[in-house]
């Protein structure tokens, strides 16, 4: 395997986890402590699953992720965000659940998952390739900066310092392939 692909691999996957979303950790914790608790105990899940019937959100599972595969934890996040008015519901009837992310955790949640998703796309392309063509590479890795360009402008301080965790590790990438 060509060495630029290694890099872009191995940087689409558990190296932008361990160095870009160590930034957002707490609120991904929040999230994967929350549905650790909740599959932990059947008695926990119908507890949950009569206010997910009584709220009715289209969906009816939670995902668990790999903690080490960012496009797991964008999974989980997405499907969690479903069912984010469930939650606190929850909390409010058990007293032992203290890891409900709070309005805020959930607002982060969501702004990350705006820019995971194409993380997840572009990743999704390589990975489903075995020998992917300059013009896939680059269109992806385009979209990407396109976005971390857009979202580093914004005024959310929480947003900027995530993109510019993340425009520095692909700028490393980048470099070794160049």
Not at 2 to 13: A, F
Not at 21 to 31: A, C, G, H, N, R
Not at 34 to 60: D, K
Request: hydrophobic share 40%.
């Amino acid at each position: 395997m060509p060495e630029w692909q290694k890099i872009s691999r191995q940087t689409g996957r558990s190296d932008c986890y361990k160095h870009g979303l160590s930034e957002i950790e707490v609120v991904i914790e929040d999230v994967r402590d929350s549905v650790t608790y909740l599959n932990g105990s059947e008695a926990r899940l119908e507890v949950f699953a009569e206010i997910v019937q009584q709220l009715q959100p289209p969906y009816r599972k939670l995902i668990l992720d790999c903690p080490t595969c960012w496009n797991s934890i964008y999974d989980m996040l997405v499907c969690a965000i479903k069912f984010k008015e469930v939650f606190p519901r929850y909390a409010d009837r058990e007293l032992c659940y203290i890891c409900c992310p709070d309005v805020e955790g959930w607002k982060k949640v969501e702004k990350l998952c705006e820019i995971l998703e194409v993380f997840k796309a572009a990743t999704e392309i390589f990975s489903g390739t075995d020998n992917p063509t300059a013009h896939l590479f680059l269109n992806e890795v385009y979209g990407v900066k396109v976005l971390l360009d857009k979202k580093s402008s914004t005024e959310d301080t929480f947003i900027r310092r995530l993109i510019a965790k993340m425009k520095e590790k692909i700028n490393i990438g980048v470099n070794a392939i160049c």
